[in-house]
């Protein structure tokens, strides 16, 4: 090799570039509560350029376009996404953060133009409609991963990992609480059960997903009960409960067991995830096992313990974008994901045992 000085200096300056990702031309759909949080993180990772961002309010749109223009970017506004579509020239990828019940229009038109997408869960509002994301995603030529951001949460990765390295034994129950204060008052969508599916498919799926993955497969039946005890008609027009429980029964008589309210007083009991095992119990949240024999707790080891879940999450995106990799968050599993949640609202309207089979049936 013939090494000049004027090589020798350029290449610290070759060797920072070939360690940068490949640049990605993203556009935002949706930059309201959601939204807008996803994209203070995206504006974090190198190589992501947000060339432009959608929204049906123009001033929310305006100021995910001065988040971008802060950080040394410029991204168009508009209204309407298939007119940002349309008009975009050279996208790669496409951040989805709309309300629940415009996922299945919005994904379908992103996947069916050749783009990668990331899109929030769920996955879309019926089974029906499911199946429709899921299949046009089959076809895609694109990447798409759903927004079930805690499977990327540091402490809960390697939870769930001790437990499919056998470490914890045979895992024998799941118990979860999501117990809290209500929802938003400025966000009519969320108390509209025909836009946001209910709590249970908008909001208690993250905690289901994190327990079907401990578990490895999907349900085979579930009961549950639920309704609104407290906030009866409030806000005004409210159709979304504010309480259930669900029990899920899984194959060797594995179960779930999952309470979800939002008249909690602050600090009282909030939220919980936690996995009974042959060989003990595990806490999600806090990556800690504790012998069935025994009062000593042990910390898991935990790479990148502290970091944010939904900007790995978005980090994974990229990487998996770059590389072809199939998401841990992918399509199927989202699927399997909505369907569960979809599966424990029927429960509760119908109050009656829902199989799985008739869920795929």
Not at 247 to 260: A, C, K, L, T, W
Not at 292 to 312: F, I
Request: aromatic letters at 8%.
């Amino acid at each position: 090799m013939n090494l000049t000085r004027r090589s020798i200096l350029a290449a610290p300056a070759i060797l920072r570039a070939q360690d940068r990702p490949e640049r990605l031309r993203i556009a935002m759909i949706g930059t309201g509560n959601r939204g807008s949080f996803l994209l203070r993180n995206l504006l974090e990772l190198d190589g992501a350029e947000i060339a432009a961002v959608c929204d049906i309010l123009p001033e929310r749109a305006d100021a995910a376009a001065t988040m971008v223009s802060k950080k040394g970017g410029a991204a168009r506004t508009f209204t309407d996404y298939r007119r940002m579509l349309d008009e975009v020239r050279n996208l790669d990828a496409v951040i989805q953060a709309a309300p629940d019940f415009t996922h299945r229009e919005i994904d379908i038109a992103v996947l069916e133009r050749g783009l990668h997408l990331y899109a929030e869960k769920p996955l879309a509002l019926t089974v029906e409609d499911c199946r429709a994301v899921r299949d046009a995603a089959r076809r895609a030529k694109g990447v798409m991963q759903v927004g079930f951001q805690l499977r990327h949460d540091p402490a809960r990765a390697a939870a769930v990992g001790w437990i499919h390295e056998g470490k914890a034994g045979r895992v024998l129950q799941c118990h979860g609480m999501r117990h809290g204060g209500d929802l938003p008052r400025n966000i009519p969508w969320y108390f509209d059960k025909t836009k946001c599916g209910d709590i249970v498919v908008d909001q208690g799926i993250h905690i289901l997903d994190l327990f079907r993955w401990a578990i490895g497969k999907p349900p085979l039946r579930c009961y549950g009960d639920g309704g609104t005890s407290l906030f009866i008609d409030t806000p005004p027009g409210r159709t979304v409960m504010d309480h259930y429980s669900l029990i899920y029964e899984f194959e060797g008589g594995v179960q779930v067991n999952f309470s979800h309210h939002y008249f909690d007083p602050p600090g009282f009991t909030g939220v919980q995830e936690r996995v009974f095992s042959s060989e003990g119990a595990l806490d999600l949240i806090r990556a800690e096992f504790q012998p069935r024999q025994s009062r000593e707790r042990m910390k898991l080891e935990v790479p990148g313990a502290g970091k944010d879940s939904t900007l790995l999450s978005l980090a994974a995106f990229l990487d998996n974008v770059r590389h072809g990799r199939r998401p841990l968050n992918d399509v199927e599993s989202a699927f399997e994901a909505t369907l569960v949640a979809l599966m424990g609202t029927r429960s509760i309207y119908e109050k009656r045992v829902v199989t799985w089979q008739e869920m795929v049936a």
